[in-house]
């Protein structure tokens, strides 16, 4: 159980189009979705908590108005990456928690790999 | 305060081998030490976990051994092999309202034939 799926695994994206991804909880409800981006070689950087049918709190430093986050249910929650421009490739990742979480801790997608050209 | 540090950067083993990967946190607060294993162009996946009401948890080849007064923590892989080659994460969160992971730096191991 406690499967996230991330969807698309990678896309290719021209310079100041805007770009949707989208991560399902597949067998549980996940009221809180946390979205983080991954540079080659790094660690995860945590972007934003994204909760249901409320706003999402991002971290200090990520524009809020670029990155769009919307959990309109509770097994769905969507990044849009606004304007996009090189600087924006990076691997965005989302997790989410299921209830029981002492036994599943925290369920990762497995990535979107966006490449902004 | 919000700070995991993970060492070393990268680790490489003989296969048979022991691997042993550390992380020091500052905030007491934090109450669930997860590790994940993420292979390149992957999702994170977890490991292993532990809370802070024991010292060490075992399972297969993974154990985690936990050091509450020094506030630091380590994964130890018995019995490495090649398909352990991975970067692997440590981190760190309440386990209250879901409250956010925090990661530290990884650690890229190569385990050799």
């Known amino acids: 159980g406690a499967v996230v799926s991330q969807h698309p695994s990678w896309v290719i994206c021209k310079s100041g189009t805007s770009v949707k991804i989208e991560c399902r909880s597949l067998?549980?409800?996940?009221?809180?979705m946390f979205w983080y981006r991954q540079f080659p070689k790094q660690s995860l950087m945590l972007m934003a908590t994204?909760?249901?049918?409320?706003?999402?709190?991002?971290e200090q430093g990520v524009e809020k108005d670029k990155f769009l986050i919307n959990h309109a249910s509770l097994t769905l929650s969507t990044l849009t990456v606004t304007s996009a421009h090189p600087e924006d490739s990076s691997f965005y990742i989302c997790s989410a928690s299921p209830p029981d979480s002492v036994n599943y801790g925290y369920t990762f997608g497995s990535g979107t790999r966006l490449t902004v050209v | 305060q919000q700070q995991v540090k993970q060492s070393p950067q990268s680790l490489i083993v003989q296969k048979g081998g022991i691997s042993i990967i550390n992380c020091a946190y500052e905030n007491t607060a934090f109450d669930y030490f997860p590790w994940y294993q993420q292979f390149p162009g992957k999702g994170p996946a977890l490991l292993i976990a532990?809370?802070?009401?024991?010292s060490e948890k075992k399972e297969g080849r993974f154990t985690i051994s936990f050091n509450k007064s020094a506030k630091q923590f380590s994964l130890h892989i018995m019995d490495s092999q090649p398909g352990d080659s991975a970067t692997y994460f440590c981190a760190a969160s309440i386990m209250d309202s879901s409250y956010k992971l925090i990661f530290g730096s990884g650690t890229r191991l190569l385990v050799r034939p």
């Open positions: 067998d549980f409800q996940a009221t809180t």
């Open positions: 532990i809370r802070p009401d024991v």
């Open positions: 994204s909760n249901e049918g409320s706003k999402a709190t991002y």
